[in-house]
């Protein structure tokens, strides 16, 4: 009993450690941004000078655009991208995992093999046709890949778990009368809701991230993002450290929120999706 005792503090003292080792980059980083640029280069972690201008002046990032702008902008994307991945892919999934149409395995494999496909391989030729429909400085190249089945991995993600779902509650709604779609809307549908979750998670956050795609098709700074805003504090001359700290920080706090507040049903619904079929 007492090296049962001594292991569990033994654990706990080393989960700690870690803990403190992972958190401390965090915690240096929060303090940082109320640093003044004198206090930036000091090895204190805590700021002899507390100042909120890294904040005021960060917000407003040019007379004419602020972060407020910014962040308006990201969660016009995101929003969309979010509502588009849970729907397509619930939609794209249903239809791979529960009905009958030639060529069906043959089309999941095409779907499964782009998950090996690094984003970069078809970025030349996803602009050239982007830039053909005139969509180039725009949102539409951003939210496109979600509203249009959402990924590969989305799919996959629910096609495990559409698959674990008893078919007999298929039959039965056919039995009753409803016809493939008021199948999936009515009992398929209810029952995903741990891996919609992890889905709406996933395209909130890598949405919020995607600053290589923001980049390469956004070039008016009204239409910008929070990344490419944070872009605009590093020029040729300096980097606003103070700025770019304080921003950066703000910048992470809605994935924050989502995450721990909705972090059960993500866990969850990676668990099951991951175990079933």
Do not use: C
Request: proline share 4%; net charge positive; charged share 15%.
């Amino acid at each position: 009993m007492k090296k049962r005792t001594r292991r569990k503090i033994l654990d706990h003292i080393g989960l700690i450690i870690l803990a403190v080792i992972m958190l401390f980059p965090l915690a240096w980083w929060f303090f940082a941004s109320f640093k003044t640029l004198g206090d930036l280069a000091s090895t204190n972690i805590l700021p002899k000078h507390w100042t909120l201008d890294n904040y005021i002046n960060g917000w407003h990032l040019t007379s004419e655009l602020s972060f407020g702008r910014l962040f308006l902008n990201t969660l016009r994307i995101v929003i969309v991208n979010v509502i588009g991945a849970v729907v397509t892919s619930s939609l794209v999934a249903f239809g791979f995992a529960r009905l009958n149409f030639k060529f069906k395995n043959f089309w999941f494999a095409i779907v499964m093999a782009t998950l090996m496909l690094p984003s970069q391989v078809t970025v030349v030729s996803q602009y050239i046709m982007y830039n053909k429909l005139g969509l180039i400085d725009s949102y539409w190249p951003l939210n496109l890949p979600y509203l249009l089945g959402g990924g590969a991995f989305f799919i996959f993600l629910m096609v495990q778990f559409i698959r674990g779902v008893p078919r007999e509650l298929d039959e039965s709604a056919k039995i009753d009368g409803a016809s493939t779609f008021q199948t999936y809307y009515r009992i398929i549908l209810p029952l995903l809701k741990a891996p919609l979750t992890t889905v709406a998670i996933y395209a909130f956050t890598w949405s919020w991230d995607d600053f290589y795609s923001q980049m390469l098709y956004l070039s008016t700074p009204i239409k910008f993002t929070v990344g490419l805003g944070l872009r605009m504090f590093i020029d040729a001359w300096e980097i606003k450290w103070g700025e770019l700290l304080a921003m950066s920080l703000l910048s992470i706090v809605p994935a924050l929120i989502l995450f721990f507040t909705r972090q059960k049903d993500f866990v969850e619904g990676v668990a099951t999706s991951g175990l079933k079929g």
